[in-house]
């Protein structure tokens, strides 16, 4: 019983004790940078294959933290996501992403914002999607710029909240994305009970493809699926010459990954712009 008892004592280590101060830090840190606007907001352009055109890019949060630097979305979207903060970040960003807008429709009418929404989002009590939309009343912007992504998983347990959000945003003229598609619950059938107009191939599959190999052949599965049910392809994760000139050859219709650019500020993404195309 003695010996019991002493490793009862043992599953609270010092380290695991080290472990639980870290995250309620990373917690309450994280408040304070929403509220000391230390969030960044980068963007990586999604490129068409045919053309080599840049009309859409994905919005992917960064944390500019005052002693530990440029923080990946990595190490705070879980545990942002465990306590419901996601919630207001995800405002904070589209907010953001939409004043951007404002700026860039002008010059740049055709372009398309992706934006992350997590399952936490769409299934939270406090968000709904009309945040957003009427975000883009108030600054009179059409819903057209924007695209939202979300994950297979959402889909497979779409509750009638979720699939009133996601008409909503259709019907304000948004469109929508399938994150990561092939890593979760893929299934096609989902695909086609909802309105989706983007498939997006998760890196895993394209980082490994070459000529006939199988992850080439899911490629090319996934893109003739997706547009005999009337979704175009985005290739994430593009890295090389040869995966871009394999998935163009497969009809994919884009592509991103830093074979193009990593995810950059908005001005280095403006100037990537007025380098490459007249819009
Ligand atoms: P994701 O949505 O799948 O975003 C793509 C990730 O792949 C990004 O990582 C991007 O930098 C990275 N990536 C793009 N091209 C390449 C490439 O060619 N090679 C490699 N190795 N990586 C590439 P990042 O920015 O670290 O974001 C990680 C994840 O964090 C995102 O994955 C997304 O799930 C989440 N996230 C980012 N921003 C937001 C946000 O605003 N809201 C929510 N809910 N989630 C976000
Ligand atoms: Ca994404
Ligand atoms: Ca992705
Ligand atoms: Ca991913």
């Given at each position: 019983a003695k010996e019991q008892g002493r490793n009862r004592y043992q599953y609270f280590t010092p380290v695991m004790q080290e472990e639980a101060l870290k995250?309620?830090?990373?917690?309450?840190?994280?408040w304070g940078a929403l509220n000391d606007n230390q969030f960044r907001v980068y963007y990586q352009p999604i490129v068409e294959l045919a053309t080599g055109a840049i009309f859409k890019a994905e919005a992917l949060i960064r944390w500019q933290h005052p002693t530990r630097?440029?923080?990946?979305?990595?190490?705070?979207?879980?545990?942002?996501e465990?306590?419901?903060?996601?919630?207001d970040i995800g405002d904070w960003l589209f907010n953001e992403v939409a004043s951007q807008m404002v700026k860039w429709k002008q010059h740049y009418p055709n372009l398309q914002v992706s934006v992350n929404k997590s399952p936490v989002q769409f299934r939270s009590v406090h968000d709904n999607c009309s945040n957003w939309i009427e975000r883009l009343e108030q600054l009179g912007?059409?819903?057209?710029?924007?695209?939202?992504?979300?994950?297979?998983?959402?889909?497979?347990?779409?509750?009638?909240?979720?699939?009133?959000q996601l008409n909503a945003?259709?019907?304000?003229?948004?469109?929508?994305?399938?994150?990561?598609f092939g890593t979760g619950y893929s299934s096609l059938a989902y695909l086609?009970?909802?309105?989706?107009?983007?498939?997006?191939?998760?890196?895993?599959?394209?980082?490994?493809?070459?000529?006939?190999?199988?992850?080439?052949?899911?490629?090319?599965?996934i893109i003739e699926m997706s547009h005999k049910l009337g979704m175009k392809?985005?290739?994430?994760?593009?890295?090389t010459d040869e995966q871009r000139d394999l998935l163009r050859n497969a009809d994919c219709d884009f592509a991103q990954g830093y074979l193009y650019s990593k995810p950059i500020t908005v001005d280095q993404f403006e100037q990537l712009l007025n380098a490459t195309q007249s819009n």
């Amino acid at each position: 019983a003695k010996e019991q008892g002493r490793n009862r004592y043992q599953y609270f280590t010092p380290v695991m004790q080290e472990e639980a101060l870290k995250r309620m830090r990373l917690i309450s840190d994280l408040w304070g940078a929403l509220n000391d606007n230390q969030f960044r907001v980068y963007y990586q352009p999604i490129v068409e294959l045919a053309t080599g055109a840049i009309f859409k890019a994905e919005a992917l949060i960064r944390w500019q933290h005052p002693t530990r630097g440029l923080v990946g979305p990595n190490d705070f979207i879980p545990v942002a996501e465990d306590t419901g903060l996601i919630v207001d970040i995800g405002d904070w960003l589209f907010n953001e992403v939409a004043s951007q807008m404002v700026k860039w429709k002008q010059h740049y009418p055709n372009l398309q914002v992706s934006v992350n929404k997590s399952p936490v989002q769409f299934r939270s009590v406090h968000d709904n999607c009309s945040n957003w939309i009427e975000r883009l009343e108030q600054l009179g912007l059409s819903g057209e710029n924007f695209i939202v992504e979300i994950t297979e998983g959402l889909l497979l347990d779409a509750r009638d909240s979720v699939v009133s959000q996601l008409n909503a945003f259709r019907e304000a003229g948004m469109k929508i994305a399938i994150d990561d598609f092939g890593t979760g619950y893929s299934s096609l059938a989902y695909l086609r009970k909802f309105d989706i107009d983007f498939v997006k191939i998760d890196r895993s599959f394209t980082s490994n493809i070459t000529p006939n190999s199988s992850d080439m052949v899911l490629c090319e599965a996934i893109i003739e699926m997706s547009h005999k049910l009337g979704m175009k392809v985005i290739a994430e994760g593009v890295e090389t010459d040869e995966q871009r000139d394999l998935l163009r050859n497969a009809d994919c219709d884009f592509a991103q990954g830093y074979l193009y650019s990593k995810p950059i500020t908005v001005d280095q993404f403006e100037q990537l712009l007025n380098a490459t195309q007249s819009n």
